[in-house]
């Protein structure tokens, strides 16, 4: 057995592929019917795997790079049997993922040589950002990681109150002020506080407010430049969340959030819940930024590392 094999646990599997699975058979059903009555892959069969491509979210420039790739093998090879199709598409969307250089780890890690290691994570409301906030702590504590949160969305008292209910959840202590208060003061208070303790880990909440990008812009490059007070280089990552399930929606939110702050890695969540999973694809081939987690449900467990061999291989096992 590889080495692959023994880490990718069976049960990490079973909630991947079942957190896949509404994008998976809405994904085969609509292959199927573009190749149906075909045996060779040509201009129709191309066209309608161009329209199966684009309505699972995988994004229109993703998509024309893969067909256009697909095209060229088919120039090269003279026939293509449709039957052929799956493994084909298999190789290209994995090639396009290795492309971005990402999602080789399989397990939840924080640079040894960080400490405190000190995540700040964006996104818009209601795209599972304190979920993911959660599971990630309580990944983190369960690997023996002393953690501590920082709630500077203070924008919304449900924002601080909801994170206070993970932390209190995961037994991981929270810093917060009232709400209305300079975010920059509650990273500031965050960072100087896990210092104290000495701790591992630290993850500033943030508010997410595109409606306006320079307000947002400036409120991002505040609570770094508050934080590079305490330790130096923080934020070491800053993670946009973004839910899988609006599709495009989370491509505009990935395009405004990377034009305001420098992103370095995402969280595409809520996958269990929809057919859009393709967005995955499309997302970190566009904005070459690694996909790093994927949530695939509301449990606190749900939060899975993205690694792009799991991924495809789950895709594409029927
Ligand atoms: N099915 C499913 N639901 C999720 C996932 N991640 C988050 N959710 C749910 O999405 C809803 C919104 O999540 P929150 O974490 O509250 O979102 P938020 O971005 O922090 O939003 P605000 O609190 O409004 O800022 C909650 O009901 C979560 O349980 C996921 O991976 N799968």
Known sequence: MSFFKKIFSKEKKETLDKGLEKSKSSFFTKLSKAVAGKAKVDDDVLD?????????????D???KIIDRIEERVARDKYLGTEELNQILRDEIAGLLSETNVGEETEFTVPADKKPY??????????????TIGKLASQFKKQG???????ADTFRAAAID??????????????????????????????????TQEADVVIIDTAGRLHN????MNELTKIKRVMQKVVADAPHDVLLVLDGSTGQNAFEQAKQFTKATEVTSLAVTK???????????GISDQFQIPVKYIGV?????????????????SFFNQ
């Open 145 to 151: 990681l002393k953690v501590v949160l920082g709630a």
């Open 162 to 195: 909801q994170l206070q209910v993970w932390a209190d959840r995961t037994g991981v202590p929270i810093v917060r002020q009232e709400m209305g208060s300079d975010p920059a003061s509650v990273a500031f208070d965050t960072l100087t506080s896990a210092v």
């Open 213 to 216: 990008k320079v307000n947002l």
């Open 297 to 313: 449900g509301e449990g606190i467990d749900d939060l899975q590392v993205f690694n792009k061999h799991e991924f495809v291989d």
């Open 62 to 64: 993703t998509t024309l």
């Open 271 to 281: 996958l269990d819940g929809t057919a859009k999973g393709g967005v995955v694809i």
């Open 48 to 60: 309608n795997l161009e329209e199966v491509l684009v309505s699972s979210d995988v994004g229109v």
């Open 118 to 131: 000190v995540l700040m994570v964006v996104g818009v409301n209601g795209v599972g950002k304190t979920t």
